[in-house]
């Protein structure tokens, strides 16, 4: 089936993954020790965290470890005082889960995180010797990653006790997220098309990079509203979104599909009219535009509700291990072209896919909402039937897409009630970690010692 599926696995190996871009050697310069008096070294605390600290050792050995991988990855490398800054936050919110995890009693065993390598590997169509073979020859000690994987399981377990388990998704909520697709009253509902202007800043970003994108965002604003602005080429010259290439254009899509303040916002714009307000979304800063609203497409009002399955297949390149991201970006853009022109889309993903669906052509089969990653369906949804999509990327790498066709969901009208249940359930749990971890670093105390100005730590 693929990695597209979002089994709990395909999660833990993404975080796997990041952490494994952390681990390696580290440049000379970036060494903590600090040499003294009597020969010996002593290593410098970078910040404490409750009743724990972050030592300069491993702060330095996190920073050389990400410069090294945006160097293989052809990105660009932040100036140091931010990367420190940046890097710093995410290790002190991965000690808070730490601590919070041991405070629970979470803990997990050599057996279950043998399992997981085992699943991991598998997942990537090696056997676990090979697959360590390949960790170790980028330069990650297999102790060091089979530590990551037994953080991630913990850190997966604190949230899945914390945030997931305490998630409610109502009738209510199931019934108006299918009538929004395909239910009764579909076609009285208004797909609505937008433009928008992404300035990325994640919920648990610094306060200086908040505070950064939030200002630029209202400088946009500004420029947007004003008479004779061109919100395409504003999009395009400053949007951090996927779709900045297009303007900003998202295409028509159902209010379900749609972030809740982008749908609230089209309620009192008319065509043509850009938001008066900048938007704050779990990704950062949003500048929007009503381009248009038509009537829903979708089953007469006799029909009974159902939910829309997309038949899709893809070819998957990874970034890193020698591949980089204008690299993955202009092979697949080389054999979007060579489809145009003729060719095999099924043959090339058997040559090229780095997903397990190679195998089948890059066929995913069936996909219902909610069971593909946010980017992924995004692009998939925006397809006509036959079209292919330009690269698109996610957080498994850079996909090419190709939509074959859609139908209504198979099942009964409870099991498409149980589909619609899963997705507005991972929906609500994503924005409600993202709440739960914010307060939970408001709750500790955290004192660094390195990477900012006095007076003005990271939140």
Do not use: C
Not at 28 to 38: E, G, H, I, W, Y
């Amino acid at each position: 089936m693929g990695i597209m599926k979002k089994l709990r696995l395909a999660s833990l190996a993404a975080g796997l993954v990041a952490a494994a871009s952390f681990l390696s050697a580290v440049p000379a310069q970036a060494q903590a020790l600090r040499p003294v008096d009597n020969g010996q070294t002593v290593d410098m605390i970078a910040a404490v965290v409750n009743d724990g600290v972050i030592t300069q050792r491993e702060l330095d050995q996190r920073m050389g470890l990400i410069t090294r991988r945006l160097n293989q990855q052809g990105a660009p490398v932040p100036p140091i005082d931010q990367l420190r800054q940046q890097v710093l936050n995410q290790m002190v919110l991965e000690r808070i889960q730490l601590q919070k995890a041991r405070e629970d009693g979470i803990a997990v065993d050599d057996t279950a995180v043998q399992r997981t390598l085992e699943r991991l590997a598998q997942a990537n169509n090696l056997t676990l010797d090979v697959y360590r073979s390949k960790i170790e020859a980028q330069g990650v000690p297999w102790s060091t990653f089979t530590s990551d994987a037994r953080t991630e399981l913990i850190l997966s377990r604190l949230r899945e006790k914390e945030v997931d388990s305490k998630v409610v998704v109502s009738d209510a909520e199931v019934a108006n997220y299918i009538a929004s697709q395909r239910g009764p009253n579909a076609g009285l509902t208004s797909d609505l098309r937008f433009e928008h202007i992404l300035l990325k800043a994640p919920l648990n970003a610094s306060q200086t990079d908040i505070e950064a994108a939030q200002q630029k965002a209202q400088a946009l604003l500004k420029e947007a509203t004003a008479p004779g602005s061109n919100f395409e080429k504003l999009a395009k010259a400053n949007s951090q979104a996927a779709d900045a290439s297009k303007g900003g254009d998202t295409g028509y899509q159902p209010p379900s599909k749609l972030p809740a303040d982008f749908v609230k916002a089209a309620s009192s714009l008319r065509p043509g009219q850009v938001n008066p307000d900048v938007i704050r979304t779990g990704d950062g800063f949003e500048i929007v535009r009503l381009v248009d609203r038509r009537t829903g497409q979708g089953t007469s009002s006799a029909d009974a509700p159902k939910l829309v399955q997309t038949h899709v297949r893809h070819i998957l390149l990874r970034v890193g291990d020698g591949m980089s991201e204008p690299a993955a970006r202009q092979r697949l853009l080389d054999i979007k072209q060579q489809i145009a022109q003729g060719g095999d889309f099924a043959k090339f993903a058997r040559t090229y896919s780095q997903d397990g669906s190679a195998s089948q052509g890059g066929d995913l089969g069936w996909i219902s909402p909610g069971e593909t990653v946010p980017e992924f369906e995004r692009a998939m949804n925006s397809l006509q039937d036959n079209q292919v999509s330009d690269p698109v990327r996610s957080e498994y790498g850079y996909h090419l897409i190709q939509v074959l066709g859609r139908r209504d969901a198979e099942g009964s009208v409870s099991q498409q009630m149980d589909l619609a249940r899963q997705a507005i359930g991972q929906r609500k749990a994503e924005q409600a970690y993202a709440d739960w971890l914010r307060q939970l670093r408001d709750t500790a105390y955290v004192d660094y010692k390195v990477g900012t100005a006095p007076g003005t730590p990271p939140q």
